[in-house]
């Protein structure tokens, strides 16, 4: 997590090579309660605008999460967090999380879906935010 601009806008990253493996008994416990986990520090966190950075290089494809659950996510976030989402930055897209948002994309709103952008690079991701406030974890940068 870090900030950027003058009133301390929030960047949240989150690293899907750290997700749970699917193949775990408890997965959908523990899935659940990292999507509690993650929207009541957004609600602690933000205050105003922010924007999210999913880097999903370096993640298998057993540990990315499921369409069912990236679903209930955007159902279950608060209209003011949605509204205050300025950017959702997918770093290293795979064509999975392409077909996956291109499938879905008649299903949520158009709003949401300009805010979703593609960066192929963490050179290009360094083009658009400050990243001296952002921990990229080495098996990404590699």
């Known amino acids: 997590t870090g900030y950027y601009g003058d009133g301390l806008n929030a960047i949240i990253v989150f690293a899907a090579c750290f997700l749970?493996?699917?193949s775990r008994t408890d997965y959908s416990y523990v899935m659940e309660n990292?999507?509690?986990y993650v929207i009541s520090t957004l609600e602690?966190?933000?205050a105003e605008d922010y924007m999210i950075v999913y880097l999903?290089?370096?993640t298998p494809r057993r540990r990315m999460p499921?369409?069912?659950w990236m679903k209930k996510c955007y159902q279950?976030?608060?209209r003011r967090l949605r509204k205050n989402l300025k950017s959702f930055i997918i770093v290293h897209p795979s064509w999975f999380i392409r077909t996956i948002l291109a499938v879905t994309r008649p299903f949520i709103s158009s709003k949401f879906s300009s805010k979703i952008q593609y960066v192929n690079t963490l050179a290009e991701l360094?083009?658009?935010?400050?990243?001296e406030y952002v921990h990229i974890p080495d098996s990404i940068v590699k």
Do not use: K, T, W
């Not at 360094?126 to 990243?131: K, N, V």
């Open 66 to 68: 499921g369409l069912g």
């Open 76 to 78: 279950m976030i608060d």
């Open 126 to 131: 360094r083009e658009m935010i400050p990243m």
């Open 20 to 22: 749970p493996d699917s």
């Open 44 to 46: 602690l966190m933000v």
């Open 34 to 36: 990292l999507f509690l």
């Open 56 to 58: 999903n290089g370096a």
